[in-house]
């Protein structure tokens, strides 16, 4: 189980419809504990890729040493990231399955379609018959508030 806030849910949906038709990303910072994934905090990156945007992401390096250098002293460590599919579902591109560098981290998946957030789903890496592969993980909100954030 991944634990958010509704702040932070609401924020990567209006990122996404922001950055419509581009793929928006970022990270994610919290602590993983008694196998539950606690998010405290998203952190946007700009989508650094030198390919196609809308469907390709790239956290900018620069943006995660930092976060990672202002975490030293923290109990708090990056968990995992986020990024949008535009006009996509929210589950794992043949892209994202070949971009698994590491098993640790949380992949948050937002899909947008006509600049509206649909759906955000969140998957961690696991190992599959012969590579790593992704499997959903439950999204848990605290604050009680719409994840999605569309009240009308
Ligand atoms: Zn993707």
Not at 14 to 29: F, M
Not at 132 to 140: C, Q, T, Y
């Amino acid at each position: 189980m991944i634990i958010f806030n509704a702040r932070d849910l609401n924020k990567m949906a209006r990122a996404a419809e922001e950055e419509y038709p581009q793929e928006c990303c970022g990270l994610l910072v919290g602590r993983f504990e008694n196998a539950v994934w606690e998010v405290k905090d998203i952190v946007p990156s700009k989508n650094v890729t030198p390919y196609d945007q809308g469907n390709r992401f790239e956290i900018d390096p620069i943006t995660r040493l930092k976060l990672q250098k202002d975490l030293r002293d923290s109990p708090e460590e990056v968990i995992g990231h986020y990024h949008s599919h535009p006009d996509g579902a929210a589950i794992p591109s043949s892209i994202d399955k070949a971009s698994i560098w590491e098993r640790n981290m949380l992949w948050v998946i937002i899909s947008v379609a006509k600049a509206r957030t649909i759906e955000i789903v969140a998957h961690r890496v696991i190992e599959g018959s012969e590579e790593l592969s992704f499997s959903p993980i439950e999204i848990h909100t605290i604050n009680g508030l719409d994840p999605v954030g569309h009240s009308g």
